[in-house]
């Protein structure tokens, strides 16, 4: 795909995510669950027991980690940088977009990859076969669930997963497999229930 | 919370997203991970579910934290991979109320003011190559002993020693704590067995070096201090390497004191962390924790509000001017609790002096004047919990902190301030809650512990976790999803302080006998989509908006008794603040 594709690729996204409806209430419900808790949803959703993954390396550093929102901990009870703000939302989309591409490179079929170390076996297992795209393995729903699962468990309600499954199968154009896992997780990962506390 | 209570949802998925949430609020982990284990969960009533994830040992990692949250503190997480995180030893309270939920015993142990001597996990002491752990524990914690028998061998002949004495005790604490973090024994075991009432040993030592007292008890308490480190280094030597953690609430052993279980240096209610991060000084004295007390135990955060003046009122320094008054009239009798507490919590009630945080020592008779209560009040100290500045008869007075913490436990606001931090807990710190729904299940709450207080803390919890609130997948803050059984909410003010409204002040105020022609039960359009109370004129035309809330704040915050609202009616700190902060937020839309 080429800038323009690219460019209408990622409206498209951005059209899901408000589309859904969660994106219109940033203002007054939810906070960030932060770098520290996203971090220990990734691994007890994505990765396996060795891995060595953390979010905030993504953005740079923990100092920016914190600005994902954190809890100081001790006496002050309140969570920190947790309030959706444009900043914030620029470093949690850089750090997804960076960790969707890496969980893309997955389907260069590289056994040394870092990330392909990383992931749990059926998570794995399961993006290898979306890697195959357009092939029916890859077009198989439950497979579709499968992987929104993985990632968001039940955190959103079904038409979430209805909207995700149904652009990606209609609408989205694909460019590489790797474009298009890529993307499916950055969709996810992106959206309001995955990053906010209710 | 019956096993027969199930509530209906409107999908399969929604089901399940209910069981995941809810497994991550009370079982501490993101959800449900394992398929097999949703789908058959899935199958059983939400009681059951519940039920289910309360018998799971993660409900006392719940336990501690919601505790903690309640006491004010938020640990980064209680649990690292298997075992509970040091950070969960901060308030012993909070893990003798989780253990007592476990057991269906009886949660309002919270409350008790000496409390077991529980120790956070140890920890791998540095070693250097070829350095065997154990050896590098034994060897910090021998230096310990040493430096402890050293003070009890000087102890013995003081006006001899006195220098030398003194000279030890001069760098005790921080070697002491620096000596036993190196050993391996974590950050929060190492402050609470050397702050708070621990450090009684130092304050009789300091004001004995430095203050001029007498050396009356010292060699007791330096021999009592060094016995019962000897016997909690013995406990903690004795733990085996492969159990030297928690794995779980219901695991966490109390430890033997010695002689630390003596009266003045019992391990209480009020960690080390809360006299570190509290400190008193000598301009402030103890009221940064008096306000921490009034905060968490009644959910009061000393937001000013007129009070109207008594009287007998005194006059010319501060805390007694009128816009002072407003907390001072309640934060000063709280902080006479902590009267006798000086530097790092140490326990002065046995000594003349007191010396504070900032280090400076003064007389304690006149330090303490501030709190004599005059004659005539049938009382020593003007110490306790202050309700009105009119009606002393709702006043509780008493003297200690043990008294302080029966009156916590006894009163219905710790009770509903329990309630009301559960429910920021499980709900989100800015979500409204509707305040007849909150009273609701205080009252619940209320009843249901007079039979036990655990079932009534899990049942209060599975009602807010089965709460439409909590089901909501995108709640907006500002509204309210959940009311009291046979509550309305359609044409009723704004659900934060409707309730409110209607208790305190419906029965002049309503539509049936609207005094002053405002009617607090009502929220209606005063035209072109501005919304305010039914508020006539005696030609019976509305009030603007701005005028009605104006006459309200105006009324509920008087210090004039003829005028203030309610009229000859207790309201309570907390409705009181919520309906204030209500209205000046209103004003400004």
Redesign the interface.
Same mark, same amino acid.
Do not use: H, M
């Given at each position: 795909m080429g800038g323009s594709g690219e460019v209408k690729m990622r409206l498209a996204l951005a059209l899901l995510l408000i589309c859904t409806g969660a994106l219109g209430k940033l203002d007054n419900s939810g906070e960030f669950f932060g770098a520290r808790n996203t971090n220990k949803k990734i691994y007890q959703g994505l990765l396996n027991g060795t891995a060595t993954f953390q979010l905030s390396e993504y953005v740079g550093s923990d100092a920016l980690g914190n600005l994902l929102g954190y809890q100081p901990g001790g006496l002050d009870t309140t969570f920190r940088n947790g309030i959706p703000n444009p900043t914030n939302m620029m470093l949690w989309s850089l750090a997804f977009e960076k960790f969707s591409h890496d969980i893309g490179k997955v389907c260069h079929g590289n056994s040394d990859d870092s990330m392909a170390k990383q992931l749990r076996e059926d998570v794995l297992a399961d993006v290898l076969t979306l890697c195959s795209w357009p092939s029916d393995k890859a077009r198989d729903e439950e497979l579709w669930d499968r992987l929104w699962l993985y990632a968001l468990a039940y955190d959103a309600p079904e038409s979430e997963v209805v909207a995700w499954k149904t652009f990606f199968m209609t609408s989205y154009e694909v460019s590489t497999p790797e474009q298009l896992v890529s993307d499916a997780f950055f969709s996810i990962f992106m959206n309001p229930h995955y990053l906010l506390r209710k | 919370m019956s096993v027969a209570d199930d509530r209906p949802f409107p999908?399969a998925?929604?089901k399940?997203?209910w069981? *995941?949430?809810t497994a991550r609020v009370i079982n501490g *982990?993101? @959800?449900v991970?394992s %398929?097999s284990q949703?789908e058959s969960l899935a199958k059983l009533k939400t009681s059951q579910i519940v039920e289910r994830f309360m018998a799971h040992e993660r409900f006392g990692d719940f336990l501690i934290d919601f505790n903690l949250?309640y006491l @004010? #503190?938020? $640990? %980064?997480?209680i649990r690292s991979n298997d075992y509970i995180r040091d950070?969960a030893f901060r308030f012993p309270a909070s893990i003798t109320a989780a253990k007592e939920v476990l057991k269906n015993g009886d949660y309002f142990r919270i409350f008790d003011f000496y409390q077991p001597l529980y120790l956070g996990a140890l920890q791998e002491p540095d070693t250097k190559p070829g350095e065997n752990a154990d050896e590098v524990r034994k060897r910090h914690l021998d230096a310990v002993m040493t430096k402890l028998n050293l003070a009890v061998e000087l102890a013995k002949d003081l006006p001899k020693n006195k220098k030398k004495f003194c000279a030890v005790l001069n760098n005790e604490p921080p070697d002491l704590v620096e000596e036993i973090i190196e050993g391996g024994i974590g950050q929060s075991t190492a402050f609470t067995i050397t702050i708070g009432p621990w450090s009684s040993y130092f304050a009789y030592n300091f004001g004995y070096c430095f203050g001029g007292a007498k050396d009356d008890g010292i060699l007791q308490m330096v021999t009592t201090y060094r016995d019962s480190m000897l016997t909690l280094i013995e406990q903690m030597l004795a733990r085996d390497p492969e159990k030297m953690t928690d794995k779980s609430v219901q695991g966490i052993p109390e430890w033997k004191m010695g002689g630390f279980g003596q009266p003045n240096i019992r391990t209480n209610q009020l960690g080390a #962390?809360f006299w570190r991060?509290?400190p008193n000084s000598s301009t402030n004295l103890d009221r940064k924790r008096g306000a921490y007390m009034l905060k968490h135990f009644f959910c009061d955060d000393l937001t000013p509000i007129n009070v109207v003046i008594p009287d007998n009122h005194a006059k010319g320094k501060h805390g007694t001017d009128a816009s002072c008054f407003a907390c001072h009239y309640k934060l000063d009798p709280m902080a006479g609790f902590f009267r006798n507490y000086g530097i790092l919590g140490s326990d002065y009630k046995y000594l003349d002096f007191i010396t504070f945080d900032d280090q400076v020592t003064v007389d304690k008779d006149k330090y303490q004047a501030a709190w004599k209560a005059g004659e005539g009040r049938g009382r020593t100290w003007d110490v306790g919990y202050i309700r009105s500045t009119t009606d002393d008869s709702i006043n509780t007075y008493a003297a200690e902190p043990e008294d302080l913490f029966e009156i916590i436990r006894n009163s219905p606001e710790a009770k509903k301030c329990i309630v009301k931090r559960a429910a920021q807990y499980t709900l @989100?710190e800015?979500?409204s809650v509707d305040a007849g729904y909150l009273e609701y299940l205080t009252e619940k709450f209320i009843e249901e512990s007079k039979i036990n207080s655990s079932l009534a803390l899990k049942d209060l919890v599975y009602n807010l976790v089965i709460s439409d609130t909590f089901l909501? $997948?995108? $709640?907006?803050?500002?509204s309210c999803y959940d009311f009291a059984p046979g509550q309305d909410p359609n044409g009723r003010p704004p659900c934060l302080v409707a309730y409110l409204f209607e208790k305190n002040c419906a029965t002049c105020h309503s539509s049936s006998g609207a005094k002053g022609g405002l009617d607090l039960t009502k929220w209606i359009d005063v035209g072109g989509g501005v919304f305010s109370f039914p508020h006539l004129d005696d030609n019976k035309k509305q009030y603007s908006r701005a005028q009605t809330l104006t006459v309200i704040a105006e009324r509920l915050t008087t210090s004039d008794e003829e005028e203030r609202m309610p009229s000859n009616k207790y309201i309570s700190t907390e409705d009181l603040q919520t309906l204030v902060k209500w209205v000046e937020a209103e004003k400004l839309k």
């Open positions: - | 999908s998925w929604e399940k997203r069981i *995941t949430k *982990t993101r @959800g991970v %398929k949703l949250y @004010g #503190f938020r $640990p %980064k997480s950070d #962390f991060n509290l @989100g800015n979500q909501n $997948p995108d $709640p907006d803050s500002k």
